[in-house]
């Protein structure tokens, strides 16, 4: 299948976003060559800064094969930011509503146009200590396995010391350098075909994010943690150390302690799902 021309609206922001680019960050760039030429494909990044989506879209930019982003359904309203989303394709999210699936109904149209779309597995910034991928949802996994397409994983490193996550102010001096590594598609041909399950979803998805990991060990050249940081985890984690701070801090005394929470309530959490 041919691929899409680039349009004007993603020419235009390229003008736009280029030139501030290029001042702010080196560039050491690697592995276009497993981009796909023709036909529609993922790609799934790493995400560690604010403006890494800028930086991954000129490095993907430059291979002529443009990605389509999954972003707030916000963006995409009045004004000249939500032409500019409309224009370049990319594709809303709404989140928390009855149409949250169809961002993935949008996704699979797109691939099997012969798009790529590019996801951000981990679903927002790292929120590991040391930048390191965190696990992943599995959004990409399904895609994947629903139109059969290449997922090429992507690790990038250096927009998060321009601008560390969750940070205000970027550091500036000394010039940052933007390593991006593109590698080969990764293998899930051993999920096609099978019930598309919450365990196979999940196991897929630990394969893609193995693979970015992967490519980011060899930018950074130290091995990442054997578990992966899970967000979802260590909140649960966080409030039973508050409640047992809590209770023994302010326990009467005579009084029972309670268990420090209740297996409905880590139900409710979502270790069960």
């Known amino acids: 299948m041919p691929r899409r021309r680039i349009g004007f609206w993603y020419r235009f922001a390229a003008v736009i976003c ?12 690697r592995g276009m060559e497993h981009i796909p030429a023709e036909g529609g494909f993922i790609t799934a990044v790493n995400h560690n800064s604010h403006i890494d989506p800028f930086a991954y879209a000129h490095f993907q930019y430059n291979t002529g094969r443009v990605p389509r982003f999954l972003a707030k359904s916000g963006l995409f309203k009045k004004g000249f930011v939500g032409a500019a989303m409309r224009g370049t394709g990319q594709i809303p999210v709404y989140r928390e509503s009855t149409d949250a699936l169809s961002a993935f109904r949008a996704a699979i149209d797109a691939v099997n146009r012969g798009e790529c779309v590019a996801f951000y597995p981990e679903g927002t910034l790292t929120r590991d200590p040391d930048g390191w991928p965190m696990t992943g949802k599995t959004g990409a996994a399904r895609v994947a396995l629903q139109t059969k397409c290449p997922v090429i994983p992507v690790a990038q490193w250096g ?42 979803l999940k196991e897929a998805t630990e394969v893609i994010m193995a693979a970015i990991t992967a490519q980011l060990e060899e930018i950074r050249g130290e091995k990442a943690p054997e578990t992966p940081y899970d967000p979802r985890r260590e909140r649960i984690e966080q409030r039973r150390r508050t409640q047992k701070q809590t209770k023994r801090g302010g326990q009467e005394p005579g009084r029972p302690v309670r268990s420090a929470q209740s297996p409905k309530s880590v139900q409710e959490e979502g270790l069960g799902t």
């Open 18 to 29: 280029k030139p501030p680019l290029v001042v702010l960050l080196r560039r050491d760039w």
């Open 159 to 200: 927009c998060n010391e321009l601008l560390p996550p969750y940070a205000k102010k970027p550091h500036l001096l000394p010039r940052k350098t933007h390593r991006v590594l593109a590698g080969p598609p990764v293998d899930l041909s051993r999920f096609y075909d099978r019930e598309m399950t919450a365990d196979l």
